[in-house]
Every structure is written in structure tokens, then in C-alpha cells.
């Protein structure tokens, strides 16, 4: 290779370098969007999990990674591993939830209460057919609406 070629190559991986850092900065400091405020697809959890057990694709464009306002029957309430408060809505399907991990606090949800909650879906986490395990739908950062 001849010395005009080295530098060519040479600028070339340092302005990749430079654009490699400065989208990784940009990604690193780009704020998160508020889930309290922003705008909320209306569903209830029944039709939220029979359209992810139906048709997962349309499922998938229409909801996952979108902010969604989910209102339903609760069906239990516990903590996960990492002590945050854990809200499972009833569907039609017996051993099937809406399973939404909350940010705030659950201290007024009871079994049985009718409740509204927002939150970013995370998609359907499928069950095992063959073990006659059903899948729930996952919702996080999930606040109760009152």
C-alpha cells in the first residue's frame, strides 16, 4: 500500500471512531419518555390479551414498545425479586394475565378491584402449549390512573 492509501484508510476509521462516540453519546443521554404524560392506547385487558393470542404480528404493530392505558379486574397482587410492586389483570383465559410491573405504589389495590393502569407493553411472553402453560401479555413502568 502505498503512504496516500495508509492516510486515506487512517481518516477514514477516525471519522468512524468519531461518529461511533457521538451516536453512543447522544444514546447515552437521551431522556426517557414519561409514561404519566404521554398520550395512551385505550384498551381493556381482556381485548388486550386475546389480540396477542389471536393475531401476535398485528398484536405487535399496534402495541409493543407503545404506551398503553390498560383497564381491567385484579387478579393478584405481589412484589417481584426486585421488590417492585407486581399487578396481574384477568383475561379470558384461565391462568393468563396481564402482567404489569407498577413504579408507584399499590397500597389501594385489592383483589377483585376494577382498576386502570398505564403503561409501556412489552409484548407477549408465551407460555408452553405442550406443558398447557398460557402466556401472559407484559406491560412496565405501569402507574395507577385514577
Known sequence: MTRKTKKYILIALLVTLVGAVAVGYMMWNKPHRSVETADAIKVTALDLHDTY?????TAKKQ???K????SGTVMKQSTNQQNEAIVLL??????????CTLEG????????????????CSGYSGGDADLGLPGDVVLVRCYIIK
Open 63 to 65: 402495541y409493543t414498545d
Open 105 to 120: 405504589k399499590t397500597d389501594a389495590v385489592k383483589e377483585g378491584d376494577a382498576i386502570r393502569l398505564k403503561g409501556i
Open 67 to 70: 404506551v398503553v392505558e390498560v
Open 90 to 99: 384477568k383475561t379470558n383465559e384461565d391462568g393468563a394475565f396481564v402482567n
Open 53 to 57: 393470542k389471536k393475531d401476535s404480528v
